[in-house]
């Protein structure tokens, strides 16, 4: 990736991801993936989190048997979709409701990069005592730092 910066990755309802591509962020990466999830209602828990699950986590799934020369490397498993896989990405926007969903799943994730962000949706308000990076940063300042 010399010379190009990091994608922004959104994961979200239709009108979000929408908004998000006309504004120019859609991408393919080498192998077709796209940078982005539009989750609907027959979405399961599953997709959206196979889509934003590390390869830490993968690799902790994975139990294999004795291997062959026949069978594929791992690597050939893992999913090139998956956005904290991806070196290509900076940024996941999920919209908040959505992260609700998987909260498990943005609560394990405690690398800086990719930046997880909880956006509103048009049908969901942000709700900031929902938020994990406000959680996050009011455990690292007193109220006399904050004067």
Do not use: C
């Not at 994608?7 to 077709?32: C, H, P, Q, S, Y």
């Not at 999830?37 to 989190?49: F, P, R």
């Not at 090139?80 to 908040?96: A, M, P, T, V, W």
């Not at 959680?135 to 300042?141: I, L, S, V």
């Amino acid at each position: 990736m010399a010379g190009r910066g990091k994608l922004i990755a959104v994961i979200g309802d239709e009108d979000t991801v929408t908004g998000f591509l006309l504004g120019g962020i859609g991408e393919l990466n080498k192998n077709r993936h796209p940078n982005f999830l539009v989750v609907e209602k027959d979405t399961t828990i599953n997709e959206i989190e196979d889509t934003f699950r590390s390869l830490g986590s993968l690799l902790g799934s994975v139990v294999e048997a004795e291997p062959n020369e026949h069978d594929p490397p791992l690597w050939a498993e893992i999913d090139s979709r998956q956005f904290l896989h991806r070196d290509d990405i900076g940024i996941i926007l999920i919209n908040q409701y959505i992260a609700e969903m998987v909260r498990h799943a943005l609560d394990a994730h405690q690398h800086s990069i990719p930046a997880v962000l909880e956006i509103p949706s048009k049908e969901h308000p942000y709700d900031a005592a929902k938020d994990s990076i406000l959680r996050r940063a009011r455990g690292m300042f007193t109220a006399e730092d904050l004067r």
